[in-house]
């Protein structure tokens, strides 16, 4: 049987960071994050018994290595989920991103989202996108919040009925505007998650999570930009902090970087313009803002020298008609 679906990536607001448990990819602590549209992956997947084994094509290039262990745990999972016979035989899936990978937008969550989605139509699955994230978390955990889209919480927890994402009502999208400094730095942020707990940085996070998601809920259940994304930009300081006091010194920002980071605060303190910066595990830089700024913000990074584009909030994965193969 064959699928697609489609998922957007997703910018953290209070990000995770390492693994209790690398295999199942249990976070130590909850993640919030929204959805970036119209950046997407698009995925098709199919079970045949024409295959002679498992391959995974991103972008027009055949994993292997780790890249394929990473999708070969999210179709076994799909695998031992499913109860239809034809599952047993070998996959073959394809993806496509509209955007560039491994420079910090995201690409990991929506490229499992996307494959989890399709695999769950494929594979016969009777399961709701919460049940679905606890696939797509396999590959990334970052990938739960992912399939359900726009604003989603991850939920901490030892197993998939606690460890999975949901939506957090808010009317933030229909203001938001996120300006994108695209900085073309590679990252490699599973190798950072796998040493976040070696920083002395690291208990001095987790200490106070806590309260920063409470607060991070409140500020989108209320619908306050300001508080939601000042919160954002201040996570993005303390995960850069984490990541740098570890064992490999992991330095992501570049000169570009701080050159946003310097612009959006100019623009905040002396023209009182609501805007905030924030960053994953990576160089490039979401530049938050509202609709009436958008254009003004642009053309402010633009002037730094880095390429940009302007996104909205993107939705949860969702199942399409037109098959890549």
């Given amino acids: 049987m064959k699928a697609t679906a489609m998922a957007h990536p997703i910018q953290g607001l209070v990000k995770y960071h390492g693994m209790r448990d690398d295999i199942k990819r249990l976070p130590y602590h909850d993640s919030i994050s929204l959805c970036t549209a119209p950046s997407h992956t698009r995925t098709t997947v199919e079970f045949s018994m024409d295959y002679?084994?498992?391959?995974?094509?991103?972008?027009?290039?055949?994993?292997?290595?780790?890249?394929?262990?990473?999708?070969?745990?999210?179709?076994?999972?799909?695998?031992?989920?499913?109860d239809a016979a034809h599952t047993v035989y070998p996959v073959r899936l394809e993806s496509e991103n509209s955007f560039p990978s491994n420079v910090g937008l995201g690409s990991s969550s929506s490229g499992f989202a996307a494959a989890a989605m399709a695999l769950a139509e494929a594979a016969e699955l009777d399961a709701s996108k919460p049940e679905i994230s606890t696939i797509a978390r396999v590959g990334s955990a970052s990938a739960a919040r992912a399939v359900t889209g726009a604003f989603s919480q991850l939920h901490t927890g030892m197993n998939d009925q606690d460890c999975r994402s949901s939506r957090i009502p808010t009317d933030l999208h229909e203001e938001l505007k996120i300006v994108v400094g695209l900085v073309p730095y590679?990252?490699?942020?599973?190798?950072?998650?796998?040493?976040?707990?070696?920083?002395?940085?690291?208990?001095?996070?987790?200490?106070?999570?806590?309260?920063?998601?409470?607060?991070?809920?409140?500020?989108l259940r209320n619908n306050d930009f300001?508080?939601?994304f000042e919160l954002a930009e201040m996570d993005s300081l303390s995960l850069a902090a984490t990541t740098m006091t570890g064992p490999s010194g992991w330095v992501y920002w570049q000169p570009e970087?701080?050159?946003?980071?310097?612009?959006?605060?100019?623009?905040?303190?002396?023209?009182d313009i609501p805007v905030y910066f924030s960053t994953d595990t990576g160089a490039t830089v979401y530049v938050n803002t509202t609709e009436?700024?958008?254009?003004?913000?642009?053309?402010?990074?633009?002037?730094?020298?880095?390429?940009?584009?302007?996104?909205?909030?993107?939705?949860?994965?969702?199942?399409?008609?037109?098959?890549?193969f």
């Fill in 257 to 271: 970087t701080l050159s946003i980071f310097n612009r959006v605060r100019q623009l905040r303190e002396e023209e």
């Fill in 52 to 82: 002679d084994e498992d391959t995974f094509v991103v972008d027009g290039e055949e994993l292997d290595g780790r890249a394929h262990e990473r999708v070969e745990a999210v179709v076994e999972k799909a695998r031992q989920k499913s």
């Fill in 226 to 228: 300001e508080a939601a």
């Fill in 292 to 324: 009436e700024y958008a254009e003004r913000v642009e053309e402010e990074i633009a002037d730094c020298g880095v390429s940009t584009t302007i996104w909205d909030v993107g939705g949860p994965a969702r199942l399409l008609d037109d098959h890549l």
């Fill in 186 to 219: 590679h990252k490699e942020t599973e190798d950072a998650h796998n040493e976040a707990a070696d920083s002395h940085m690291f208990q001095a996070r987790n200490a106070h999570i806590h309260s920063q998601i409470a607060e991070m809920r409140d500020a």
